[in-house]
């Protein structure tokens, strides 16, 4: 364990050792738009110094080694040693020893097959659109789902696991509790309130509206709050008292 912990320490500054190498080659090309986004991508300083053409350097060097030309300076002894460190930007790493791979001896694989766990699927209801977004509820009681046609439905999660019951399986459970209407466009996101019977969702039709999944005759929100943009996400603040909404 500590020997395997020990190479991944080694990986990881020899990947922030050749990002740096990458960073600092496209900088002194005059490729910073390039370098800017290696940097921002592999969080390495854009003014990280490094010797000039050292990417270029230890590349040509690399690849003469490979094809069994000298190198001036270096033996490839040195370069192949494992106990031998390659010169870095944050400190020298060892450079781990690799061992060559002949693929013309391997196992030809395409007669194996993987083995996968099956898993039942299950007709519980269904949208007349896609279903874009998906939420339970804090006591996991509820799981409500909103789609592009619109609709809202609310589902009771005992019953969903009733449904499951192979003594039961045709029988005539029906999860579905509460179907609301009251976009007019696709609904992007739903959340429910932690302590009250409020479901809110958030839709193409700029507006967040407000359903009690207490009334079983509701269909239409109770409170309806306008917005300029589509809406995207809504979020309860774990207290109840706020709510957040991207658009």
């Not at 693929?103 to 269904?126: C, I, M, Y």
């Not at 509206?209 to 929100?221: L, M, N, P, Y």
Request: with cysteine; net charge neutral; glycine share 6%.
């Amino acid at each position: 364990m500590e020997r395997n912990f020990e190479q991944i320490l080694q990986e990881g500054k020899l990947y922030r050792d050749v990002n740096a190498l990458i960073v600092a080659h496209l900088r002194d090309n005059n490729l910073n738009r390039a370098a800017s986004a290696v940097a921002s991508a592999t969080m390495t300083p854009l003014d990280v110094e490094v010797p000039p053409n050292r990417l270029l350097d230890l590349v040509s060097k690399g690849l003469a080694v490979e094809k069994g030309e000298p190198v001036k300076g270096v033996s490839a002894s040195m370069l192949l040693d494992s106990g031998a460190a390659v010169p870095a930007v944050y400190g020298s790493v060892p450079v781990p020893r690799t061992a060559a791979v002949d693929f013309s001896v391997l196992p030809d694989a395409k007669g194996s097959s993987k083995s996968f766990p099956e898993h039942e699927t299950r007709h519980v209801s269904e949208h007349k659109n896609v279903a874009r977004c998906a939420r339970f509820s804090p006591d996991g009681r509820f799981v409500a789902t909103g789609s592009a046609d619109t609709s809202i439905k609310l589902f009771e999660v005992a019953k969903i696991k009733q449904m499951m019951l192979p003594e039961v399986r045709d029988g005539p459970i029906r999860p579905v509790i509460r179907t609301f209407y009251d976009h007019i466009q696709p609904i992007n996101d739903l959340d429910f309130h932690p302590q009250n019977t409020i479901l809110i969702s958030g839709a193409k039709d700029h507006t967040i509206k407000f359903f009690d999944f207490s009334k079983t005759t509701a269909k239409r929100a109770f409170r309806v709050i306008q917005d300029t943009h589509n809406v995207r996400s809504v979020s309860f603040h774990p207290s109840g008292d706020y709510l957040l909404a991207g658009s």
